[in-house]
């Protein structure tokens, strides 16, 4: 797969994030996505399981999918190495693209994330590169 194929997951609403454990066996989460210049960003907590994995190993799979997860069998498969994003700076900037390309949406999730989840949690950026 090119750059031009991960560039392409931008215009999806949802994709499926495959991150792997240690033991090589991938964990697939459906994550919003967006375009950065030359890389897609996911937006996830700090503490989530795909940030823990990401340390031990920065390759991804990414597949177009549904908002929770379902993929159709003829999805196109897009391998990626991801890194993480913890600079304030970098984290406000990237979450104005999501605020841009979600909305209403975007800002109902997060609301619901600080009030129903045990209170704001800090989030990270995952930018993705093919």
Known sequence: MTSADLLALA????VSLT??????DG??????IARDGDALIVTTPAESGKVKRLRNNPSVTLRPSGRMGGVD??????????????????IGRCTEIFREKYGFEYKTFMLIESRGM?????RVILRVTG
């Open 73 to 90: 069998a003829d999805a196109p498969l897009v391998s990626g190495t991801a890194t993480i994003e913890t600079d304030a700076s970098e």
């Open 27 to 32: 964990v697939a989460t459906p994550v919003w």
């Open 118 to 122: 045990g209170g704001r949690k800090e």
């Open 11 to 14: 215009s999806e609403r949802f």
């Open 19 to 24: 991150t792997f454990r240690k033991s090589g």
